[in-house]
């Protein structure tokens, strides 16, 4: 079984961009949900969405949008892009009924 | 909210001993309690969680620890290998709706 896949691996972007991250849960989950990594904050809870609809949503700027589509893939978007929005970006799918969060191995994003 | 730390940025230990990683919440509200590990480059890896009305959980290699009245939790390593070199992670919440501590960084020494 295939694990969580993020695309793009790495990316850079320069200040005032947007920027568009997708996640492809395994097989069968169709919960997803999106965090920001930085050293000085750590692992931060963006968002969650489950049949195509955000669940959950953390305490980021309205800049930090997704969506999930039919098939449970979801996307992360942020629009004008701050030096401070460089993290890596993780998102984590889970079947439902509460089991396990599988992570991708991340977007690395930076921002110039 | 849920606000979630760690008591040790560092951790050091010979191979072979035990080892063992603190973490202190506030949210008394967690469902439940996750460890996860994360080595360089990857995304983190679920260790073991403990759901909030258990005190002591047993994995392989792995115990986590529960002590709501002090609202503290700690997963015990025991005999510790050099893949167990990572930074560890506690997060509490709902599982899909994680608040994640800083995080240590386990070094293990040959």
């Known amino acids: 079984k295939a694990g969580v896949t993020q695309t793009p691996r790495y990316l850079i972007k320069t200040r005032g961009q947007q920027v568009t991250l997708s996640c492809s849960p395994i097989?069968?989950?169709?919960?997803v949900s999106w965090y920001q990594q930085t050293p000085g904050q750590g692992l931060q809870f963006l968002f969650e969405y489950f049949s195509e609809t955000q669940r959950n949503k953390g305490n980021f700027p309205g800049r930090f949008s997704g969506r999930q589509f039919s098939n449970s893939r979801s996307e992360m978007n942020v629009s004008t892009l701050e030096l401070g929005d460089s993290a890596l970006y993780l998102c984590a799918s889970s079947s439902s009924g509460g089991s396990e969060a599988f992570f991708g191995q991340g977007t690395r994003l930076t921002v110039v | 909210g849920e606000s979630v730390g760690l008591h040790l940025p560092t951790l050091s230990v010979q191979e072979g001993d035990n080892s063992i990683i603190n973490c202190a919440y506030s949210?008394?509200?967690?469902?439940?309690f996750i460890w996860y590990k994360q080595e360089s480059g990857k995304g983190p890896q679920f260790i073991i969680d403990i759901r909030s009305n258990m005190d002591k959980r047993q994995g392989q290699r792995v115990t986590v620890l529960l002590n709501k009245t002090v609202k503290h939790l700690s997963l015990q390593i025991a005999a510790t290998q050099p893949g167990d070199s990572a930074v560890y992670f506690c997060a509490g919440g709902g599982r899909r709706a994680l608040t994640f501590g800083s995080g240590t960084r386990l070094q293990v020494q040959p």
């Open positions: 949210n008394s509200a967690s469902d439940y």
């Open positions: 097989s069968g989950h169709r919960s």
